[in-house]
């Protein structure tokens, strides 16, 4: 189905921007995520609910390759990026993660840089040139509504910004590099309502030009956001559909019943 179709009939399925295949995780002999195969379709936003310890954040961190930095830690499976298996022995992880970037739980700021150079950190750690590195941080700053409130002092640290601000700013960081996806593992649960409310908004407005997954133990949160739903249960993938599908005629009864309240 072409792009066009698919702006015609909202319902229609977009093309894949991920493809993961058979995808399977452990830590040492633990097998935490199991035989997954899903599409993720591309400037959508994907969400990823079930309990905890049933191995989202583990898929999550496959995406980009992150979960191989834990000792034990390894994956099996393809990833295709837009037809590329980010696994494959001539990928550098490291070159990957500028196109699939990633926001965590927890704010996390470099806490010895400003402002500005928490916005250019991505082109420094990576060694790549920025023409105009002023209108870059501008122009991300804008794009997570963190102008504004920051301008006069991007050169004061990072960390000196509330947690709402703060995890705005490691949204710039990760626009600043020009990812295709952005991976978004809970980043608003330890914010406050307000601060959760300028996340989801951002996220919203994001999806116009990238493909998002994101991680939520909300349940009103994926309602809200998200297009599409994966729910998860011990390491599974039970199910897969639009997000007002899955809410409101899931054909599995664990989905149902994880939905309901009957467990989590």
């Not at 995780?25 to 994907?46: C, E, G, K």
């Not at 709402?164 to 990812?179: D, I, S, T």
């Amino acid at each position: 189905m072409s792009a066009l179709e698919s702006e015609i009939d909202p319902d229609a399925t977009p093309e894949p921007k991920l493809q993961i295949s058979h995808l399977d995780a452990y830590f040492n002999d633990r097998h935490v995520v199991r035989d997954i195969t899903l599409s993720v379709p591309q400037r959508r936003v994907t969400a990823i609910i079930g309990p905890s310890g049933c191995g989202k954040s583990t898929f999550l961190r496959c995406l980009n390759r992150m979960h191989e930095h834990v000792p034990g830690a390894r994956a099996r499976g393809a990833v295709m990026l837009d037809g590329v298996d980010v696994y494959h022995p001539s990928i550098n992880p490291a070159r990957l993660r500028r196109h699939v970037g990633m926001v965590f739980q927890k704010p996390n700021p470099f806490p010895t840089m400003s402002i500005r150079d928490n916005v250019l950190a991505g082109h420094r750690l990576n060694g790549t040139h920025v023409d105009a590195p002023g209108e870059l941080v501008e122009r991300c700053l804008r794009q997570v509504a963190l102008w504004d409130e920051v301008k006069d002092r991007l050169g004061r640290p990072g960390v000196s910004l509330s947690s709402g601000q703060q995890q705005r700013l490691c949204m710039a960081r990760v626009l600043a590099v020009e990812p295709e996806v952005i991976l978004l593992d809970e980043p608003s649960s330890a914010l406050d309502p307000i601060a959760t409310a300028h996340i989801e908004e951002l996220i919203e407005e994001l999806k116009e030009r990238y493909t998002l997954v994101l991680v939520t133990h909300n349940l009103q949160q994926a309602a809200r956001v998200s297009d599409y739903m994966a729910f998860f249960y011990l390491g599974n993938l039970v199910e897969f559909d639009r997000t007002d599908v899955i809410f409101t005629n899931p054909k599995e009864s664990r989905t149902e019943d994880y939905l309901t309240g009957k467990f989590g």
